[in-house]
């Protein structure tokens, strides 16, 4: 598996704040957005917008547009966004902090191709928290997963960023076998 990955700084005043990103590769037949993340289709209410403080100037901001955002949820550290780039990419957003001036954001995309047979991850450390969440397509049973992974929305899972690297787990869904690969671990900054 092929991991890239994006460091920038995002944030305010003089706290350095660091974004990590991790793009996860795969081969499978390629839909449009919309088709495997039916939330999407939803009209966009006012939650579903990003942060003011993240939604523009930052790179996480301008990396999706700003009407393609909508709220997956939030648990522990995080609060967690999908959306789609400029490129039709899927986008897995994460934001931890709420306030300008002590946050952390970061982005995670992947062709549509690549998220329906793996999803997206993303790591986000920073001096507010750290976490490793997951962006699953529809249909894909995210409790078969296992223990190592917190259900948090039907396309949302996370697991704990410091945790040892697992083997990859595979899960069948209605779209084809979604393989889910962690990342590797890290700590808060």
């Known amino acids: 598996m092929r991991k890239s990955f994006i460091m920038t700084a ?8 660091f974004l990590v990103g991790t793009a996860q590769t795969g081969t499978a037949t390629s839909k449009a957005p919309i088709e495997q993340l039916s939330l999407m289709s939803r009209a966009q209410a006012p939650a579903d917008r990003l942060p003011a403080f ?46 300008k001036a002590d946050f952390v954001a970061g982005a995670s995309c992947a062709e549509p191709s690549d998220f329906a047979g793996q999803g ?45 690297e697992a083997a990859p787990r595979s899960v069948a869904g209605t779209g084809g076998t979604l393989t889910l690969s962690d990342l590797s671990p890290t700590v808060a900054r």
Do not use: F, H, M
């Open 10 to 17: 995002a944030g305010a005043a003089a706290i350095g704040l």
């Open 54 to 99: 993240v939604a523009a100037g930052t790179e996480v901001g301008d990396l999706v547009g700003a009407d393609t955002t909508r709220r997956l949820g939030s648990s522990g550290a995080g609060t967690y966004w999908s959306g789609v780039d400029a490129k039709g990419r899927l986008c897995l957003i994460t934001v931890i902090g709420d306030q």
């Open 120 to 164: 997206v991850g993303l790591q986000v450390a920073g001096p507010p928290g750290a976490s490793e969440a997951y962006l699953l397509p529809d249909g894909v049973p995210a409790a078969q997963l296992g223990g190592a992974y917190t259900v948090v929305a039907p396309n949302l899972v996370l697991s704990d960023p410091a945790a040892p």
